[in-house]
């Protein structure tokens, strides 16, 4: 990335970054098309390209932003203090709504780059990549009490199985042009969490 990005009006670069977030979220990294992307942002290709290089070196850009963000914006003294995990994804729910506000497309881009970035990335640049994407999933949750999880259930899977039905539910309302309102979401959620829990926790841990 040219540093020259980081000297534009903080409005510029959420425009160039909104815009990066939303093509690349909806298609495919090669059918993801840099021109849909200027013509977004409000800019020409060739300044698009003056400032990443090339189509490449925006993608990673987005997924550093992305994944610095969400460990920036949601990690914070209360979050800390939680330990059951189910409560810490409620209370995380409430926090990505901000999130959401300003990156409309910024949890789109992270689940499809999850499964992405193994294709795109060469050597050691992939391996760096994976391992940051996981570490951010420890550090997520590296506070949390995993005894009352049943021996046989593994919580990565269903923190991925969560992620992925906030994300379908997210899906669905931009699809019908519907509004998102975040407590009809964590209204949802609490839905999910009630009957995913009866399966991932020990009898004894649940209410």
Do not use: C
């Amino acid at each position: 990335m040219n540093e020259q990005f980081l000297d534009l009006p903080k409005e510029k670069q959420s425009a160039i970054i909104n815009a990066a977030l939303e093509v690349f979220s909806k298609n495919e990294y090669k059918r993801a098309v840099t021109e849909d992307i200027a013509a977004k942002a409000g800019i020409s290709k060739g300044l698009l390209f003056y400032y990443f290089h090339n189509k490449k070196s925006l993608y990673f850009y987005l997924m550093e932003y992305s994944i610095q963000l969400m460990m920036e914006q949601l990690i914070d003294e209360k979050y800390k203090s939680i330990k059951d995990f189910f409560e810490l994804l409620e209370y995380v729910t409430h926090k990505k709504a901000a999130i959401l506000v300003k990156n409309p497309y910024i949890y789109d881009f992270i689940m499809r780059a999850y499964f992405e970035v193994n294709n795109l990335a060469d050597g050691d640049a992939g391996a760096a990549l994976q391992n940051k994407l996981s570490g951010s999933y420890a550090e997520y949750l590296s506070g949390i009490d995993f005894s009352k999880f049943r021996q046989d259930v593994n919580p990565q899977d269903i923190f991925n199985m969560i992620f992925w039905l906030a994300d379908g539910y997210i899906h669905d309302k931009r699809n019908k042009g519907i509004p998102i309102v975040i407590d009809e979401m964590v209204a949802e959620y609490k839905k999910w969490t009630v009957l995913i829990k009866r399966s991932a926790y020990k009898e004894e841990f649940l209410e």
